[in-house]
C-alpha cells in the first residue's frame, strides 16, 4: 500500500483496490486500511473523503470512456475543494449532514450532466450536417402544403413533402449528395461512378441509380428509409467503418431491396430491417402478374406473390402443393391476399425482419373422400 502515500483524492476515487475495498470490504481488507491510516493518520480525512464519494456513486459503472471518467471526476473534485472551502468558513453555520448531502448531491448532478453531454454528441441535426458539409451548399425549403418537385444537377428528381428541407452543393460540385431535414422521396439518375448520397441525422443512405422514401424529422425519434426500386445501402455516421463504406464502388452497409425499410432508432442507436407497411408491385415491364386462381396449389399462389412483390416467402413447397387455392385477389392489397389464402387453407403467416413465413399443416384431410 505504498502507493497510496503519494494519492491525492482522485487517485484514491480511480484505483481500482481502493473501490474494491470500500465497495466489497472484508476482515482482511479492512483491516490492512486500518493499519494504513494508522501508520499515516494525515491520510485519514481523504480516505474518508474518498470513500465517500465511491460509495455515492461508483465511478466504474458510468458510461463514459476513461479519459471522460477522469475528465468528470477532475471537475466535480475541484467543485468539491470549493464547496469544502465554504464548508471551513461558513456565511452561515449549515447542520455537518446537510453540508454532506450537498457535497453528494454535487456529485451525482456533475456525473448526471457529463453522461447526458455525452449521449447527446450521438445525435446528428440537419443544421450540423450543412454546417460541417465541405462545399457551398444551396437549400430548398416547402413552404406550401403540396410536394414540391426539385431537379437536382445530374438529373435526380427529389419530391419533398411539405416543411422539409434540402440542401445540395452548387453546380459543378464532386459529389453527388444532399442533406435532408423531413420527408422526401428521391428518384436517383443511375451512375454507377458516382455513387449518390443522402445525409439525414444520424443516417447515411447510399445508392447507385435507384428510388426511395427517406423520412427523418428533428422532433421525431426514428429515421427510416423505403425503397421502392432497385438497392440502398445504409449505414450511421458513427459507424466504425463510415468512410469506407462511403468510398466503396459497392453498396455495403444494410442493403435494402424494393418494399424493404430500415428504422433507425435514435435514442438506442438501433438499426432494424422489416419489410413497409404496404408493400407494391414491383415494377417490370416484361411480366403482367395474374392473382385469378382457380383451384392452384397454394405454393403456386405463394410462388406469385413472392414473384410480383420482391419479398422472400418462406414455406413448405411439399405442404403447400396438397392445399388447392380458388381465388380473385386482383385489387387486394399484398396482407389481404396472404389473409384471405391462409385463411382458406388453415395457415398463418408472420411478417419476420424483411420476410414472410408461412406456417400451416397441409390440407390432406380437406381432400381425402
Given amino acids: 500500500m505504498d502507493q497510496y502515500n503519494n494519492f491525492e483524492l482522485e487517485d484514491f476515487i480511480w484505483d481500482p483496490d481502493f473501490r474494491r475495498w470500500i465497495l466489497h470490504p472484508t476482515s482482511e481488507t479492512e483491516e490492512r486500511l486500518e493499519k494504513w491510516i494508522k501508520v499515516n493518520p494525515d491520510k485519514n480525512e481523504l480516505v474518508q473523503r474518498a470513500a465517500g464519494i465511491v460509495k455515492a456513486v461508483s465511478p466504474k459503472s458510468i458510461p463514459l470512456n476513461e479519459k471522460d471518467k477522469q475528465l468528470a471526476i477532475s471537475n466535480i473534485v475541484s467543485k468539491l475543494d470549493k464547496h ?20 453528494i448531491t454535487i456529485l451525482l448532478f456533475g456525473l448526471s450532466w457529463i453522461v ?16 460541417d458539409a465541405d462545399e457551398k451548399l444551396v437549400e430548398k425549403i416547402n413552404n406550401t402544403n403540396k410536394p ?11 419530391k419533398l413533402s411539405p416543411k422539409g428541407k434540402i440542401s445540395f452543393p452548387i453546380k459543378n ?64 455516421r458513427k459507424d466504425p467503418d463510415v468512410r469506407k463504406k462511403q468510398n466503396s464502388a459497392e453498396l455495403t452497409g444494410v442493403v435494402i431491396e424494393p418494399n424493404q425499410q430500415i428504422v433507425f432508432l435514435r435514442e438506442s442507436v438501433k438499426m432494424t430491417k422489416t419489410l413497409v407497411s404496404s408493400p407494391e408491385i414491383v415494377a417490370n415491364a416484361n411480366k403482367n402478374h395474374n392473382f385469378e386462381f382457380d383451384d392452384a396449389p397454394a405454393s403456386e399462389v405463394f410462388a406469385t406473390l413472392c414473384q410480383a412483390y420482391g419479398i422472400e416467402i418462406i414455406y413448405d413447397r411439399n405442404v403447400m402443393n396438397d392445399c388447392p ?22 395457415a398463418t403467416y408472420e411478417r419476420m425482419d424483411a420476410r414472410i413465413i408461412i406456417e400451416g399443416k397441409g390440407c390432406e384431410q380437406y381432400i381425402k373422400p
Fill in 84 to 103: 469544502a472551502q465554504l464548508k471551513e468558513k461558513p456565511l452561515i453555520k449549515f447542520p455537518e449532514y446537510w453540508l454532506n448531502a450537498a457535497a
Fill in 148 to 158: 414540391l418537385l426539385i431537379r437536382l444537377q445530374d438529373g435526380s428528381m427529389v
Fill in 173 to 236: 460540385a464532386s459529389k453527388r449528395e444532399v442533406y435532408l431535414s423531413g420527408e422526401a422521396f428521391f428518384d436517383i439518375a443511375k451512375d454507377p461512378s458516382r455513387p449518390f448520397f443522402v445525409y439525414a441525422n444520424e443516417v447515411v443512405t447510399k445508392v447507385l441509380g435507384t428510388s426511395f422514401l427517406v423520412r427523418s424529422y428533428a422532433a421525431e425519434k426514428e429515421v427510416s428509409v423505403q425503397v421502392k426500386t432497385g438497392k440502398v445501402a445504409v449505414f450511421t
Fill in 116 to 131: 447526458w453531454t455525452k449521449n447527446q454528441d450521438k445525435s446528428v441535426d440537419y443544421m450540423q450536417l450543412v454546417a
Fill in 325 to 346: 387455392v380458388t381465388a380473385r385477389l386482383s385489387d387486394m392489397p399484398l396482407y389481404e391476399k396472404l389473409d384471405l389464402v391462409c385463411k382458406a387453407i388453415n
